[in-house]
């Protein structure tokens, strides 16, 4: 049987390895109880070494917190360019798509072609996406109204919500705080995640644009799970272990 530095030494090894660990493998691997693990990740969170998780630890701090949108465009800026340039190319002709708020979707903005595209209209929550689009006379854009948050430069609550069930689009476009393989697409900001709820009730097909960062993190509110997603668009920062993961789930995964 293995001593206790030998058991600390093997759970960091694999968060190492994989970034997350499951206490009933840890438990499997080590022929010990699930007790003894739970004790070992406390005392090992207790040192700064991992972050505890329902059924398991994690390598990086879970949670995610609310940071103004001015701030999280200098965050990830090369992934989240290559993120909309691919997501872009996912437009067509004649569609009605609508784009939620986020610094990843404001990339795709940047991106979208309308020169080659005929009677594109678009539906979105964010003020700084609807400015950049409006330079492009080619484009219908429908800013939904509603109660104004700062930190996102987007729009949230009921009246936003309920001026969505008079439309039906062909192609939603998503951004999150959090992708977490248990607990499922999470944001700061419980009123944006209602709002999000009904983007994906009336589109067609829901893209989640989120760089590799976004993975193994929880917001406060959550918007859905993975049924409700049809295709992530992320960088190769994301691990084997999740794509697999995603790929059975049903989830398409492209990864720019």
């Not at 997501?87 to 784009?99: F, G, M, T, Y």
């Not at 930190?151 to 039906?168: A, K, Q, R, W």
């Not at 009730?201 to 409700?228: H, M, P, W, Y």
Request: hydrophobic share 40%; proline share 2%.
């Amino acid at each position: 049987m293995i001593n206790i530095t030998e058991r600390h030494q093997h759970i960091i090894n694999k968060l190492q390895q994989k970034g997350q660990v499951a206490v009933l493998d840890l438990c499997d691997e080590l022929s010990v109880s699930s007790v003894t693990i739970r004790k070992d990740l406390k005392l090992l969170e207790d040192k700064g070494l991992l972050f505890r998780t329902h059924g398991g630890a994690t390598q990086n701090n879970p949670y995610t917190i609310d940071r103004p949108v001015n701030e999280k465009e200098h965050m990830q800026i090369n992934e989240k360019h290559r993120i909309g340039v691919a997501a872009a190319k996912l437009i067509e002709p004649n569609d009605s798509i609508l784009i939620a708020s986020g610094t990843t979707v404001m990339a795709l903005a940047k991106n979208i072609q309308p020169a080659a595209l005929k009677n594109l209209t678009v539906i979105t929550s964010a003020l700084n996406v609807a400015l950049e689009l409006i330079r492009h006379p080619e484009i219908e854009i429908m800013q939904l109204g509603g109660l104004l948050r700062r930190s996102s430069s987007s729009v949230t609550g009921p009246y936003s919500e309920n001026i969505l069930t008079d439309f039906s689009c062909s192609k939603l476009f998503l951004g999150v705080d959090g992708i977490d393989l248990e607990f499922g697409f999470t944001t700061t900001n419980v009123m944006e995640a209602h709002l999000n709820r009904q983007m994906i009730n009336i589109s067609q097909k829901t893209i989640v644009l989120a760089d590799s960062s976004k993975f193994g993190k929880r917001g406060f509110g959550r918007i859905c799970g993975f049924e409700d997603i049809d295709q992530i668009i992320t960088d190769k920062g994301i691990s084997e272990h999740t794509h697999k993961a995603l790929q059975g789930m049903g989830v398409k995964v492209t990864i720019v």
